[in-house]
């Protein structure tokens, strides 16, 4: 069952303790998020992923803070219902905690967004409470990191430190978390992760024992090309759909069969 009426981050947090998995999907624009929120989800993210999924970057890292904010602007102008969460960029609060206040800060001034989110447990605690303290809602993501990637090496590989990742997650509920993302970590740490704590955990590539699932729109559409990770499920195939139609378009132009009259105006 679905979170009732406007989405807030009250709301968001008591879905756990009344057993209602939360729905996520990242959006990007007005018309997408309108889409979504069509749709029901519970909580509507302006994922950094938008530097790989709009501006067609290889990271997150290039995405800018006035660019997240130009994007949330956008998301929120189109949502209802569900609740606005948006990502703090690479190196938007990680040089301090008065830093994460002031950027976050913006993004609750300037746009209608109801929460932000920033990638870290353990190495994050301190400016998580800041944004707290300072009334800002915060989430954090723990496994994957997609801003570590200089760090790691690599993106896609599951997380398997059982102590690290619970110490991470445990660090974030302390200071002050309203929920966490846990990104590609074994479906039995998750689970272990998802009882220890009070808030909610939303998974991506962490198994089906999260308290809600989160995943970019794009691909749950099937519109990106070459991405097929195992925990990926498309629910379309919309880029076959487009291609075709736009193929079906220029082939109608090409031969002149549109417009037609019934097109054109006297
Ligand atoms: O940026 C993003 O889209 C994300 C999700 C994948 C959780 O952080």
Same mark, same amino acid.
């Given at each position: 069952?679905?979170?009732?009426?406007?989405?807030?981050?009250?709301?968001?947090?008591?879905?756990?303790?009344?057993?209602?998995?939360?729905?996520?999907?990242?959006?990007?624009?007005?018309?997408?998020?309108?889409?979504?929120?069509?749709?029901?989800?519970?909580?509507?993210?302006?994922?950094?992923?938008?530097?790989?999924?709009?501006?067609?970057?290889?990271?997150?890292?290039?995405?800018? /803070?006035?660019?997240?904010?130009?994007? @949330?602007?956008?998301?929120?102008? !189109? *949502? +209802?219902? #569900?609740?606005? %969460?948006?990502? =703090?960029?690479?190196?938007?609060?990680?040089?301090?905690?008065?830093?994460?206040?002031?950027?976050?800060?913006?993004? /609750?001034?300037?746009?209608?967004?109801? @929460?932000?989110?920033?990638?870290? !447990? *353990? +190495?994050? #605690?301190?400016? %998580?409470?800041? =944004?707290?303290?300072?009334?800002?809602?915060?989430?954090?993501?723990?496994?994957?990191?997609?801003?570590?990637?200089?760090?790691?090496?690599?993106?896609?590989?599951?997380?398997?430190?059982?102590?690290?990742?619970?110490?991470?997650?445990?660090?974030?509920?302390?200071?002050?978390?309203?929920?966490?993302?846990?990104?590609?970590?074994?479906?039995?740490?998750?689970?272990?992760?998802?009882?220890?704590?009070?808030?909610?955990?939303?998974?991506?590539?962490?198994?089906?024992?999260?308290?809600?699932?989160?995943?970019?729109?794009?691909?749950?559409?099937?519109?990106?090309?070459?991405?097929?990770?195992?925990?990926?499920?498309?629910?379309?195939?919309?880029?076959?759909?487009?291609?075709?139609?736009?193929?079906?378009?220029?082939?109608?132009?090409?031969?002149?069969?549109?417009?037609?009259?019934?097109?054109?105006?006297?």
């Amino acid at each position: 069952m679905a979170v009732e009426g406007r989405v807030t981050v009250p709301k968001f947090m008591a879905a756990k303790a009344q057993g209602r998995k939360l729905a996520v999907v990242t959006a990007y624009d007005w018309l997408w998020a309108g889409i979504c929120d069509a749709a029901g989800v519970d909580a509507i993210l302006v994922g950094d992923s938008l530097a790989m999924v709009v501006q067609g970057r290889s990271s997150t890292l290039p995405v800018t /803070l006035s660019q997240m904010l130009y994007h @949330a602007e956008l998301v929120t102008r !189109g *949502v +209802q219902r #569900a609740m606005v %969460i948006v990502d =703090l960029p690479f190196l938007s609060y990680h040089v301090s905690p008065r830093q994460a206040v002031r950027n976050a800060g913006q993004i /609750l001034k300037r746009t209608e967004a109801a @929460a932000v989110k920033l990638e870290g !447990g *353990v +190495q994050q #605690a301190d400016t %998580i409470k800041a =944004l707290a303290d300072a009334d800002i809602p915060v989430m954090a993501h723990v496994g994957l990191r997609p801003q570590s990637v200089r760090m790691l090496g690599s993106m896609g590989k599951i997380q398997r430190d059982r102590d690290l990742l619970l110490a991470d997650a445990q660090a974030a509920e302390q200071a002050g978390a309203f929920g966490i993302v846990l990104e590609m970590v074994s479906q039995k740490i998750a689970a272990d992760i998802t009882q220890a704590l009070t808030i909610p955990t939303i998974g991506i590539g962490a198994g089906p024992h999260c308290d809600g699932q989160v995943l970019v729109g794009q691909d749950l559409l099937g519109l990106m090309d070459g991405f097929h990770p195992k925990f990926l499920k498309k629910y379309a195939d919309l880029r076959t759909t487009a291609i075709a139609a736009i193929q079906q378009y220029a082939t109608e132009v090409r031969s002149g069969e549109y417009p037609t009259a019934a097109h054109s105006h006297d």
